[in-house]
């Protein structure tokens, strides 16, 4: 079964200071890959996502984010955080090889920006 | 154009009770997922419905039981609750099933509390 694993629960990190959100998944001949972001007490908001093309995925907000084959991983980068950044990141993928066409998602990193 | 809409969203139900929560996609959109989020962890895939069919069903109990309307809209059903149940549940639509250009869309949720 597909598997995401985000490597850190809580990232805490000082104002206009980069940031880089860590994920890995289960290898998968076809994968598509998400970035999401849940502010408090809300539902999932998508950043960004990767189908096929350029590795290198640009979003909304500012954040990016690199597809590696080789290591399965889908890290999200942000140059300079701003205290609007914190929330909850959530990485996910869907397994193409299979017949669902649903979002697997890691445990979630907490986004802390302090000033 | 109006987002994915949940109702309720919050409500709180008795062990042993039942509940239906409700979707409405996005215009246009005919596939409808249901998600599980308790607290502190990333969602759970339920269910999906694409064109009023079920396309997947996720690791949970005969308990939990949805079905997709002609209108495309959409409810989930819990019966005989119980307090593990207590969580978010997400409601997901997209154009067509996700993957390729199907992005998929998240409500703001229905928080139900089990006591």
């Known amino acids: 079964a597909q598997s995401v694993t985000q490597l850190d629960s809580q990232v805490p990190v000082f104002e206009e200071a980069p940031v880089e959100l860590r994920c890995n998944y289960s290898?998968?001949?076809?994968?598509?890959l998400f970035w999401y972001v849940q502010y408090p007490n809300q539902g999932l908001q998508l950043l960004l996502k990767?189908?096929?093309?350029?590795?290198l995925v640009k979003g909304i907000n500012g954040f990016e984010a690199e597809f590696n084959k080789s290591q399965t991983s889908f890290h999200l980068r942000k140059p300079s955080v701003h205290i609007s950044d914190t929330a909850e990141y959530f990485c996910a993928v869907i397994n193409m090889d299979t017949g669902r066409r649903a979002l697997t998602f890691g445990s979630g990193t907490r986004l802390q920006v302090q000033p | 154009d109006a987002g994915v809409t949940q109702s309720p969203t919050h409500l709180i139900k008795t062990r042993g009770q039942h509940v239906t929560l409700r979707c409405s996609p996005i215009?246009?959109?005919?596939?409808v997922s249901w998600y599980q989020q308790v607290l502190g962890q990333g969602p759970q895939f339920i269910f999906q419905?694409?064109?009023?069919?079920?396309?997947g069903r996720g690791n949970f109990p005969d308990r939990f039981s949805a079905r997709q309307f002609p209108n495309y809209s959409s409810e989930l059903n819990v019966n005989a609750l119980l307090l593990g149940d207590s969580a978010l549940y997400l409601c997901a639509s997209s154009l067509g099933l996700g993957g390729s250009g199907n992005t998929i869309y998240f409500g703001e949720g229905s928080w139900l509390t089990v006591v």
């Open positions: 419905y694409y064109e009023k069919e079920e396309r």
């Open positions: 990767y189908l096929s093309g350029s590795t």
């Open positions: 215009s246009g959109h005919k596939s």
């Open positions: 290898s998968s001949v076809s994968v598509y």
